[in-house]
């Protein structure tokens, strides 16, 4: 976005007045009022029309900025507040765009700010001047050697810590364009002096502090120097370090301006080598010694010194040692040499040490000239003169003399100047001229140039005059020639004006300069106007090896010997200041006048005393005078037009004719009397400041109701903007609102439909429904009904065909087709014809429930009968007698279970078939049932002895079983109890019937591996034989005959250690253990 381009004024926001050509009424009193309450608000600058007043704030300001640079780029001197960069810009500009050569004259005591100035001057120009790699380093060059420059030209003073002992005037060189080419400066009147003496509280040149404290130790034995300042006579030691400045450091930003200025690096260490052997000059010093033909004579005290500068400069010792203690004076080929005494010796010391410094700074300026000479073809032309000012001190010489001249001479210029374009203006813009009063210095510049009779010539005539010359005499001349000028007074003239003035010394004469009365001592005129070298001390330097001394003092060739006196400082002077003032003239003026506010060196402080002072021989009131002569205030129509429009209804807020006539309506309308402006042929000219202080004040008040009616209408409109979209947001908002709602009401009935619909259709369906049951019941009872009915029907019609037992017939039939089915269905339903198949079918009715058990019962023993019927006879008795011991032993010997696989097979023992026993057999005549191999226990002791067991169907026989001779009978009958235990073992008593023949000998107690298969036998074949069941014992404790002693046969738990066989022992007469494992 194009920045807004906003009309301003100096007149806005202006403290006290921006330009005193306004200040109301106009007085010294006012005028410094105004400028303390201005400085009191850091409003440091003030113009006179387009001079620039600025008062020193001696601290710094943030109003040097690169914004603030870009503030003051082409804008209108007035249209901003005063400001040194306003100044500068008009000139820069009116230099590129009208092609007017400028300069810049910068005036004012010591102090206040000149050198300041011209730096700010320079460094505006530099920022806003075209830009480039090679105009960039014009620029940088330009400005570098600023501080070259200072460091050899300025010391610190009571008056100010940096002040330039040196007038100074640069010529900036620019293109057609704009962009600096190049510059010349040149130098005034170096103050030499200080080389070899300061007054109190003040110091050399800065460079000598600065060599010795910033160079390297290397650097300092090379210029054979030493560090310490107090070595040094010429270096005053009450002030040598300042306070702020950092020596160390200068010297080297010196060092690095020199190197971008050009300097070679040879030619910065001669110019050092020049500094050191000034330094070491001072050191020099003398002792009288006397003649035989009286005349005094000086000798060096100590030649080391001497030594050291000749070896740093090159120069033959005993040339300069020479040089130092005789004068040789020159006239018409006539050599006269004379002895110098120690006084004269020492101003030969020092008029060397002055002059060698002070050409060698004009060296530098002309080494630097060399460096930023314009390249190419320079079109224009900035000049910035930073000249001391106007001095008034308490003793004032030739020096102050030759200043105060040159102010003199400045002041007239801008008098003329001034004036000139203030004429000009007037013819240019067709305004009648009107004689102005004031004051014109031109006749003091007279009474001090003047060729014939001015102070100048005088002085010169007097120095170049044979015969003895005193300041004296110079005055003498002076009182008789001058005498009867208004501005010159002495109490020695002729003229009896002063003879009873006290405060006029007889040495001094006093000269009323225009910006004061200034009283010099005439003490040392004639002295410094001729500025004397001796020629023996100009041709020692000639001969120095060092080629930059050498070249300082030309004058010191003899082949170029000029016996003409070279002319005096006083002539010299004179000529450069006109060649300046020539030079000026050529050019477009631009005065920035500084002030000193206090002497202390110190911001906010504001003497008003001293500033009075400077106001006066600045000549300040003068100048607002000149610029007030005819008219206070002008101004181009356009920008008057745009500033002061809004107060005439026709010219607010546009006005559509030339500006001219827009400004003479609005004049006319604001009844402006007549005689306070003139119109111009392009400018308003207002002849009182007050008539521009009314319009402004006008202007203040209708700006306000402006504003207000900005302030009413941009409220109004923002108001009516926020009004607006806040009703758009409400639609907005609104709409979706409602939208949201809709759908949100929408989608409710949309469900609540849904569910009414379905209610009413579920409604409906169960309508439809019932009455669907409804007809379906109808029907199913009509049909009920008519079954009945035709139940009934046919009953009674059917009755008489029905007997009164028809029920039980049906019953019965039922109950038969039911028990048929039944049968029908456990016909297929039979288990398998295994007598263990536990398997039954469940029963189908409850009725039939015992019918059911029996039927399995009857299946049961029929299938029992079908299996027992498959069997042969033989398996039939075995199965018989299997049943048989099941019956006697099941559950009762635990010998059972593992008798029962075994098939009984009765004749173990194969009588018939083993010849062995045939005797036995023979004696056998019935059947043998049992033929077996038993172990007959011996009731006495327990043991067994092997018998053969046989059973036949009367008997049972013993027989041995090796003979087979039978050893014992017993008939059946006689057998009454088979005792045995309820254990695993196979012991067996056979009980005998009391008093029978076999049971003289007692029961029999065997054991045998077939107890089971045995006592089953004994049990049938005595159950055959006698019809009567034998007794037969499970118990394990049972009494046993022993012929006449019943003995117990006890079985107890036997031990498995024992082995598996059962162990029979005779415990005592009555007992019998059998321990069964
Ligand atoms: N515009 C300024 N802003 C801040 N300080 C300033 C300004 N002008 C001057 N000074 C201060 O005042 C001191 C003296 O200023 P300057 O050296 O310019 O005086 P001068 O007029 O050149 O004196 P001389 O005639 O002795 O050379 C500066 O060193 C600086 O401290
Ligand atoms: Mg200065």
């Not at 040089?323 to 002895?339: G, I, L, P």
Request: contains cysteine; proline residues 3%.
């Amino acid at each position: 976005m194009a920045k807004m381009e906003v009309k301003t004024s100096l007149l806005d926001n202006m403290i006290g007045v921006g330009d005193m050509v306004l200040l109301e009424p106009l007085s010294e009193e006012t005028f410094i009022n105004n400028l303390k309450k201005r400085f009191d608000h850091n409003e440091i600058y003030t113009y006179i029309g387009s001079v620039v007043i600025s008062v020193n704030p001696y601290r710094s300001l943030p109003i040097y900025s690169p914004e603030k640079v870009e503030d003051y780029r082409n804008r209108n001197f007035y249209e901003l507040s005063p400001h040194i960069f306003a100044l500068s810009d008009e000139a820069y500009r009116s230099l590129r765009d009208q092609d007017k050569d400028q300069c810049i004259l910068i005036t004012g005591e010591s102090g206040a700010g000149k050198t300041e100035a011209s730096k700010l001057v320079m460094s505006y120009v530099a920022a806003v001047c075209g830009k480039g790699a090679e105009v960039n380093q014009v620029k940088e060059q330009l400005l570098q050697s600023n501080p070259v420059l200072e460091a050899f030209g300025n010391a610190k003073t009571v008056r100010n810590d940096n002040s330039s002992r040196f007038g100074k005037y640069m010529d900036i060189e620019f293109d057609f364009k704009g962009d600096p080419l190049g510059g010349v400066i040149s130098n005034y009147l170096l103050e030499k002096s200080r080389v070899v003496k300061q007054p109190r509280g003040e110091r050399n040149f800065h460079v000598f502090y600065q060599l010795l404290s910033g160079a390297s130790e290397e650097l300092l034995n090379k210029l054979k120097l030493e560090r310490d300042f107090s070595r040094y006579n010429y270096l005053s030691l009450d002030s040598a370090k300042v306070n702020g400045v950092d020596d160390a450091a200068n010297f080297r930003t010196v060092r690095n301006a020199m190197q971008i200025v050009g300097f070679m690096d040879h030619e910065t260490e001669s110019v050092l080598e020049v500094v050191a052997a000034v330094l070491k000059l001072g050191n020099i010093e003398f002792k009288p010694e006397s003649r035989v033909n009286g005349l005094d004579e000086s000798k060096i005290k100590d030649k080391n010194e001497l030594k050291e500068i000749c070896e740093l400069t090159g120069i033959d010792q005993s040339v300069l040692e020479r040089a130092f203690s005789f004068r040789t004076v020159e006239a018409k080929q006539e050599k006269v040499s004379t002895t110098l005494n120690v006084a004269q010796a020492y101003y030969a010391r020092d008029a060397l040490a002055k002059n060698l410094y002070s050409r060698l700074f004009s060296w530098l300026v002309n080494r630097i000239n060399e460096s930023i000479k314009a390249q190419t073809k320079v079109r224009k032309v900035m000049g910035v003169l930073d000249i001391y000012g106007f001095e008034i001190f308490e003793d004032n010489s030739f020096e102050q003399f030759i200043i105060n001249y040159c102010n003199e001479k400045l002041q007239q210029i801008f008098i003329e100047l001034t004036l000139k374009e203030e004429q000009e203006e007037y013819i240019r813009e067709d305004i009648e001229w009107t004689h102005i009063d004031y004051f014109n210095n031109a006749i003091i510049c007279d009474l001090i140039e003047n060729n014939t009779n001015g102070i100048l010539a005088m002085l010169d005539e007097e120095c170049l005059r044979p015969g003895t010359v005193t300041d004296e005499t110079f005055l003498e001349k002076l009182n008789q020639v001058c005498a009867t000028h208004q501005h010159f007074e002495s109490r020695m003239s002729k003229c009896s004006r002063f003879l009873n003035d006290t405060s006029l010394p007889h040495s001094c004469f006093r000269i009323q300069h225009y910006a004061g009365k200034v009283l010099y001592q005439v003490e040392g005129f004639v002295d410094k106007n001729n500025d004397l070298l001796y020629r023996d001390l100009s041709q020692a330097m000639w001969k120095a090896g060092h080629s930059l001394i050498k070249s300082l003092f030309p004058e010191g060739n003899p082949a170029k010997i000029n016996l003409k006196r070279p002319p005096t400082a006083g002539s010299q002077f004179k000529a450069s200041v006109a060649t300046l003032m020539k030079n000026l003239q050529t050019k477009n003026p631009n005065y920035i006048r500084c002030i000193k506010p206090n002497d202390k060196k110190a911001a906010h402080i504001f003497n008003e005393a001293l500033v009075c002072h400077q106001v006066r021989y600045l000549g300040l009131l003068e100048n607002v005078r000149v610029r007030r002569a005819g008219y206070a205030f002008r101004q181009a129509y356009g920008p008057c037009l745009e500033r002061y429009k809004m107060l005439c209804k026709q010219t607010w807020p546009h006005w559509k004719g030339p500006a001219r006539s827009g400004v003479e309506v609005l004049f006319s309308e604001l009844e402006i009397p007549v005689e306070e402006y003139s119109f111009g042929r392009s400018k308003i000219f207002i002849r009182n400041p007050r008539t521009l202080f009314k319009l402004e004040d006008l202007r203040k008040q209708r700006l306000e109701d402006l504003a207000t009616l900005i302030q009413k209408i941009y409220r109004g409109w923002k108001c009516r903007t926020h009004f607006l979209l806040l009703k758009k947001s409400q639609i907005v908002i609104a709409a979706w609102y409602r939208r949201y709602a809709q759908q949100k009401r929408y989608q409710k009935i949309k469900s609540s439909a849904l569910v009414i619909q379905s209610y009413i259709r579920g409604w409906k369906a169960r309508k439809i429904l019932r009455e669907l049951k409804h007809q379906k019941r109808c029907r199913e009872a009509a049909t009920t009904i008519a079954a009945y009915w035709h139940g009934t029907q046919v009953r009674r019609e059917y009755r008489k065909f029905f007997r009164a037992n028809a029920g039980k017939k049906i019953y019965e039939f039922t109950l038969q087709r039911i028990v048929q089915k039944y049968f029908l269905e456990m016909k297929n339903k039979m288990p398998s014809l295994s007598p263990i198949d536990k398997n039954w079918p469940s029963r189908p009715y409850l009725f039939l429930d015992s019918t059911h058990k029996e039927l399995k019962r009857i299946f049961h023993l029929w299938r029992c009968k079908k299996y027992r019927d498959q069997f042969t006879d033989q398996q039939k008795l075995i199965y018989e007698e299997k049943l048989e011991a099941s019956e006697l032993f099941k559950d009762k010997k635990a010998l059972y279970p593992s008798s029962v696989g075994q098939p009984f097979q009765g004749a173990y023992l194969e009588i018939n078939k083993n010849p062995k026993y045939k005797k036995l057999k023979d004696a056998i005549e019935e059947k043998i049932i049992i033929a077996e191999v038993v172990n007959k226990i011996n009731r006495a002791n327990g043991k067994s002895t092997s018998r053969i067991f046989l059973l036949t169907n009367n008997n049972l026989l013993l027989a041995d079983q090796k003979s087979g001779q039978i050893k014992s009978e017993v008939p059946l009958v006689d057998v009454t109890k088979v005792s045995m235990s309820s254990q695993n073992d196979g012991f067996f008593a056979i009980h005998l019937k009391e008093g029978s023949e076999a049971a003289s000998k007692g029961d029999f107690l065997f054991s045998s591996d077939h107890l089971i298969e045995m006592a089953t036998k004994l049990y049938r074949t005595t159950l055959s034989q006698t019809k009567q069941k034998l007794n037969i014992e499970i118990s394990d404790e049972f009494l046993v005959q022993f012929r006449q002693d019943k003995v117990c046969v006890k079985f107890i738990q036997g031990n498995q250690k024992n082995g598996s066989v059962p162990m029979c022992k005779r415990k005592n007469n009555r007992l019998l253990e059998v321990a069964v494992p």
